[in-house]
Structure formats: C-alpha cells, structure tokens
T-cell receptor, first 113, second 114 residues
Framework: GENVEQHPSTLSVQEGDSAVIKCTYS??????FPWYKQELGKRPQLIID?????GEKKDQRIAVTLNKTAKHFSLHITETQPEDSAVYFC????????????FGTGTQLKVEL | NAGVTQTPKFQVLKTGQSMTLQCAQD?????MYWYRQDPGMGLRLIYY???????DKGEVPNGYNVSRLNKREFSLRLESAAPSQTSVYFC?????????????FGEGSWLTVV
C-alpha cells in the first residue's frame, strides 16, 4: 500500500517568516494530495489540495508544490501568523483507491510572536 | 447544516466492554469513513463505505465492525474493547469516491479503554 512520510515533526517560526513542510509518497499511482490543518482538539480541515497533473497551486498565503518524478510534495506558508499554529497533515490518494487517504504523521507548526 | 456529527464525544470503557460510535452526515454524501488518530501516527483508515449498502476494510480494521445503516448514518462498533483501541475516532464523509472528492471530518470521539 501507499506510505507517506512527513517532515519535520515540529516546526517553530517567527511571525512573518515562511514555513515549509515536506512529504514523500511511495506509490507512483497516487494522484491526489490534500493538506489538512488541525487545531488543538478540533477536526482536521482541508486547506489546499493538488492533483498529479498540476505542479503548483496557490491560495493566498498557502501554496503546494508537487514533484511527481521525485514523489514528493510540499506545503508553503508565507507571512505566517499566530493563527497558523496547528498540526498540518499531508495525505495521498491512489488512483482507483476509492478516495481512501493515507496520511503523513503530522507537523506541529508553532508561530511565535 | 451540521455537516458530520458523531456521538459520543467522550467515552471511557473497561477492557472487554462493547460500544458503538454513531455518525451521521446531512450533506447527502455517498461515501463515509472511520479513521483513528493516535499520537505520532497521523490518521489511519479503519473502514469505509463507498456507498449505501457497501463497506470495506481500511488499513487497521481488526477489532472493529461497521454498519452503513442508511445513506446518512455509518456506525463503528467495538465488540470487545482493548487498551490498544484508546484513540480519537473521526468519522468523515465525501460526495463520492472519485479522486479529489473532499473528505469532511466530524468533531471526533475521544475513547479511553482502561
């Protein structure tokens, strides 16, 4: 099955700096890569996603890049704010896999004032 | 429009007891899922239901059973709870199983087995 690795497990940045979280996946058949944000004690919520036919996608301060050849994708957050502090999960879904997501282990992002 | 609603929110069980986690969605979604979340391990799929009347195993199905009661409801049952099943359980739904259908999560159920 699919295996998704996520790094780093914790990330601390100063407010206004950029944050980058990286994930690698094992199955070249994966073609959908969402990112979820989970605040403490809350549900995971989708913040951005990308499909394998796209190399980059941006939504305001958040962007995701995908390198199919290397089988890795990254989340970029610019101009970080305290409310960006949360756990971020990457995930991958296989073609024909029934929309079943395989998640990374999460990155605890802390934005310090 | 409540989205995905799951009950109970908190539960403490003794080893060997049974219980059912209930989940309902009001988004007219076809597909529903149960995930568990453990520290340092992300979310792992227990079972899913691609459509009403079908259920399939996910990554960690052992010790669990599910029932897709109707289009709205998808329950998760622990027949004989074990301490290893202490976790946070999330029900989720999506409009379908086609690639890219956004998965929406419920608020979670915190289960402790002692």
């Amino acid at each position: 099955g699919e295996n998704v690795e996520q790094h780093p497990s914790t990330l601390s940045v100063q407010e206004g700096d950029s944050a980058v979280i990286k994930c690698t996946y094992s199955d070249s058949a994966s073609n959908y890569f969402p990112w979820y944000k989970q605040e403490l004690g809350k549900r995971p919520q989708l913040i951005i996603d990308i499909r394998s036919n796209v190399g980059e996608k941006k939504d305001q301060r958040i962007a995701v890049t995908l390198n199919k050849t290397a089988k890795h994708f990254s989340l970029h957050i610019t101009e970080t704010q305290p409310e960006d502090s949360a756990v971020y999960f990457c995930a991958a879904s296989l073609t024909g896999g029934g929309n079943k997501l395989t998640f990374g282990t999460g990155t605890q992002l802390k934005v310090e004032l | 429009n409540a989205g995905v609603t799951q009950t109970p929110k908190f539960q403490v069980l003794k080893t060997g007891q049974s219980m059912t986690l209930q989940c309902a969605q009001d988004m007219n979604h076809n597909s529903m899922y149960w995930y568990r979340q453990d520290p340092g391990m992300g979310l792992r799929l227990i079972y899913y239901s691609a459509s009403e009347g079908t259920t399939d195993k996910g990554e960690v199905p052992n010790g669990y059973n599910v029932s897709r009661l109707n289009k709205r409801e998808f329950s998760l049952r622990l027949e004989s709870a074990a301490p290893s099943q202490t976790s946070v359980y999330f029900c989720a739904s999506s409009s379908g199983t086609g690639i890219g259908n956004t998965i929406y999560f419920g608020e979670g159920s915190w289960l402790t087995v002692v």
